[in-house]
């Protein structure tokens, strides 16, 4: 495995350095760093696991680097240069490449997964965390690959007015049903927000929270408490999740009305309890999935649940561990808006890759192993070293 492979992977998959690309505008009348070189240098980033742009910036100085660019200057591009640059791109170009990118993973059926009883189902998950001192909502799909899709940066407080933007935005950018589910945490349990995802996204809502005073739980717990009385329509499961290392217990009851909504709601209660709790970690959990699919069963509304957890694992850990996404050495908002945006790009390919090609030559080579993602990073910077020194 090295650079080399995750370039031309790029190219093919996603033509990277052409025709994507060229949906950035060149706003500068006499650049003297190509535009589309400093585009790579910030999507590459996440494949190099550089942790600011001064890291980017002492990296790119050295000669491999400069061949790796085909630059003959005394540097690729300084971290203040970088800045100034990212921060007149227009963020509307950068995230019509985002989902370019997202379209080309589409068409390769790479979306969905497999729910419990076999049922394949494409699951959209909308979150947000605070990225350096800019809130932002993102938007990704759990599919075989954490895939994000979009970004909107906001005021403290308001997610979920950014996060009507957002949907919006993906409902114009991608066919209708473009994912079945639409999966948040309790903030998300309005009506503005179901009525969303029901009439502009037209697919179906879910909400996992530990908010039991919700009318519509009360409700559902009414029902749950005369189970044993031979009420019809109570669903009840168990199980083992060994993956997680818990058993859960379910219970679930549909055909509930919120409000004055035109949907039939699904809630489910899940009790969870882990194997082996780490030092300080409860043993016992519970909450409720909410949803508006009554096709779910009790113990794929309890899978989908934790789904969100994919956002924030597979998205906002892991970007912060290789950029340093929720560090705050940025100040500039449509300069973090647009690396955000880049950054999701260069995320995204790398798990593409990953997934096809990257961690079967990771085996080949070193064998058994941990292959994580830092690892991963470590070898492909040492490469374009290699690949230096071997063309002499």
């Known amino acids: 495995m090295d650079i080399g492979d995750l370039r031309q992977f790029s190219e093919q998959k996603f033509s990277l350095t052409s025709s ?27 494949a190099l696991g550089q942790r600011s742009l001064l890291e980017l910036d002492q990296y790119a100085r050295s000669p491999a680097v400069k061949a790796w660019h085909g630059v003959k200057r005394r540097m690729v591009v300084s971290d203040s240069s970088l800045e100034r ?27 969905s997964v497999e729910l419990s009883l076999g049922r394949s189902i494409r699951i959209g998950v909308v ?90 739980i009360q409700d559902a717990e009414q029902l749950f408490a005369m189970a044993g009385d031979g009420t019809e329509g109570i669903e009840e499961a168990s199980g083992l999740d060994s ?44 909450f409720w999935v909410i949803t508006t699919d009554q096709s779910l069963s009790g113990p794929q509304m309890r899978q989908l649940g ?39 790009i260069g995320l995204l390919m790398f798990g593409y890759y990953l997934l096809r090609r990257g961690l079967a030559k990771i085996r080949q080579t070193y064998g058994a192993v941990k292959q994580t993602w830092r690892f991963v990073t470590r070898v492909l910077a040492s490469s374009i070293e290699r690949m230096y020194l071997a063309k002499g």
């Open 20 to 46: 994507i690309i060229s949906g950035i505008k060149e706003y500068r009348k006499r650049p003297q760093i190509p535009l589309a070189t400093v585009v790579n240098c910030v999507v590459q980033m996440v």
């Open 85 to 111: 640059i990212l921060g007149k791109v227009a963020l509307a170009e950068a995230r019509a490449v985002l989902h370019k990118c997202v379209q080309v993973v589409n068409a390769e059926d790479a979306l």
């Open 127 to 216: 979150d947000g965390s605070d990225f350096g001192g800019f809130p932002g909502c993102v938007f990704a799909v759990a599919g075989m690959v954490a895939t994000p899709v979009d970004i909107q940066i906001h005021t403290k407080g308001k997610e979920l007015r950014a996060s009507r933007r957002l949907l919006s935005r993906i409902s114009c950018s991608f066919d209708e049903r473009f994912v079945d589910i639409v999966v948040g945490d309790g903030l998300y349990m309005t009506k503005d927000h179901i009525m969303q995802c029901k009439e502009e996204l037209g697919c179906e809502a879910l909400i996992k929270t530990t908010e039991k005073n919700l009318s519509l």
């Open 243 to 286: 993956e997680r290392g818990i058993k859960y217990k379910v219970m679930a009851v549909g055909g509930l009305q919120w409000g004055n909504l035109p949907y039939r709601f699904k809630v489910a209660r899940v009790q969870e309890e882990k194997l082996k709790p780490k030092p300080g970690q409860d043993k016992y959990e519970m």
């Open 306 to 344: 934790h789904m969100r957890w994919q956002v924030e694992n597979n998205v906002f850990k892991r970007l912060n561990e290789l950029v340093g996404s929720k560090r705050g050495w940025i100040r500039n908002a449509q300069a973090k808006a647009v690396l955000l945006v880049l950054w999701l």
